[in-house]
């Protein structure tokens, strides 16, 4: 089944929702899956943490995903020399600026939820200590 089916069954008031994942981390790529798919229902979920591990910039990949976003995850992370998949780390100990990204969505007109992940569950390795806030 396709994201376009999918999205045909889905009940009134629920959105189908794409995450710039994997092979669709980088927002040209997510984007134009939704523009492919052409139905109301299909948004994207931004995962700012994949669009930069992926190569986008957060100036890059906000403009491209901002018509279709349902949703934003924010969680900080860094490159690890010679793995596709960067580290999660503690706010603030790595390379997603989350003043970036906010500003992005302000400049957007995104008035829609951002959630903060933390993946200690997948990753154990992450240390324990809490972080101050880095929004204001």
């Given at each position: 089944?396709?994201?376009?089916?999918?999205?045909?069954?889905?009940?009134?008031?629920?959105?189908?929702g794409?995450?710039?994942?994997?092979?669709?981390?980088?927002?040209?790529?997510?984007?134009?899956?939704?523009?492919l798919?052409?139905?109301?229902?299909?948004?994207?979920?931004?995962?700012?943490?994949?669009?930069?591990?992926?190569?986008?910039?957060?100036?890059?990949?906000?403009?491209?995903?901002?018509?279709?976003?349902?949703?934003?995850?924010?969680?900080?992370?860094?490159?690890?020399?010679?793995?596709?998949?960067?580290?999660?780390?503690?706010?603030?100990?790595?390379?997603?600026?989350?003043?970036?990204?906010?500003?992005?969505?302000r400049?957007?007109?995104?008035?829609?939820?951002?959630?903060?992940?933390?993946?200690?569950?997948?990753?154990?390795?992450?240390?324990?200590?809490?972080?101050?806030?880095?929004?204001?």
């Amino acid at each position: 089944m396709c994201l376009r089916e999918v999205a045909q069954r889905a009940p009134n008031g629920v959105r189908v929702g794409l995450e710039t994942h994997g092979d669709f981390a980088r927002g040209q790529a997510a984007a134009e899956i939704v523009r492919l798919a052409n139905h109301p229902k299909v948004a994207l979920i931004w995962d700012v943490a994949n669009s930069l591990a992926a190569g986008d910039s957060i100036e890059e990949s906000a403009p491209e995903v901002g018509p279709y976003l349902a949703h934003v995850h924010l969680r900080d992370a860094r490159p690890i020399k010679g793995h596709e998949h960067w580290l999660p780390v503690l706010a603030g100990h790595g390379a997603v600026s989350f003043t970036a990204a906010v500003n992005a969505l302000r400049g957007l007109g995104y008035d829609g939820y951002i959630s903060f992940e933390w993946e200690k569950y997948w990753h154990p390795e992450i240390e324990e200590r809490t972080s101050r806030c880095l929004i204001s």
